[in-house]
């Protein structure tokens, strides 16, 4: 497991443990970046989209935790 994949991994066992409304938050903004890492024309841009997605999965954890 990488080192983004674990602390991806300690921040969604902490986030379990918190108020399921913050999960719907959470989920939005990931899906948005998602979804744009699907449309992505080029792997280079789906890889970016998927960076952002990662990126904003952590940051809207940090938010909550």
């Known amino acids: ?21 913050h999960e719907v938050e959470l989920d939005g903004t990931f899906i948005d970046h998602l979804a744009a890492a699907i449309r992505a024309s080029s ?13 904003a999965y952590e940051n809207a954890l ?3 935790l």
Request: net charge negative.
């Open 62 to 64: 940090d938010d909550v």
């Open 43 to 55: 792997p280079n841009e789906r890889q970016q989209a998927l960076d952002k997605a990662i990126e």
């Open 1 to 21: 497991m990488t080192f983004l994949s674990e602390r991806i991994e300690r921040k969604s066992r902490l986030f379990a443990q918190l108020d399921p409304k």
